[in-house]
C-alpha cells in the first residue's frame, strides 16, 4: 500500500513562492505517475500538474502555467510542486496523488483516475 505525504505549504504574500514535496512510501514509487490537485473551499478539487513516472512529460493546468513546475526524483521517492508569482486565487489545500503507470501518459487529469492521496497541506497567500 502506498503511502503518500505532502510538506511545505504555509502562508505566503502574493508574488512570493512556496515549494511543496510529497514523499511515498510502500509500492514503486518509479511505476506511477503523480499529480497534484488542489481544493479550496466550497470548490471541487481540481488538477494542477501532472508528471510521467520518468519525468519525461508533465501536464500543468492552464491556470498554473508559467508559475508553477512540477518535478520528480525517483531515487529519493518524492515530487515536487515548485510555486511561483502566487496568487491569492491560488490559496487551496494542496494534495499529491498516485496511480500505476507504464505508458507514459499524463492526461490523468480527474480525481477518480487516481488511486493513492496524501493528507493534503494548506497553502495561503495573502494580498
Known amino acids: 500500500q502506498v503511502q503518500l505525504v505532502e510538506s511545505g505549504g504555509g502562508l505566503v504574500q502574493a508574488g512570493g513562492s512556496l515549494r511543496l514535496s510529497c514523499t511515498a512510501s510502500g509500492g514503486t514509487f518509479s511505476s506511477y505517475v503523480m499529480g497534484w490537485f488542489r481544493q479550496a473551499p466550497g470548490k471541487e478539487r481540481e488538477i494542477v500538474a501532472v508528471i510521467s513516472w520518468s519525468g519525461g512529460r508533465i501536464y500543468y493546468a492552464d491556470s498554473v502555467k508559467g508559475r508553477f513546475t512540477i518535478s520528480r526524483d525517483n531515487a529519493k521517492n518524492t515530487v515536487y510542486l515548485q510555486m511561483n508569482s502566487l496568487k491569492p486565487e491560488d490559496t487551496a489545500v494542496y494534495y499529491c496523488?498516485?496511480?500505476?503507470?507504464?505508458?507514459?501518459?499524463?492526461?490523468?487529469?480527474?480525481?477518480?483516475?487516481?488511486?493513492?492521496w496524501g493528507q493534503g497541506t494548506q497553502v495561503t497567500v495573502s494580498s
Open positions: 496523488a498516485a496511480r500505476v503507470d507504464y505508458s507514459g501518459t499524463v492526461y490523468y487529469t480527474t480525481v477518480n483516475e487516481y488511486n493513492y
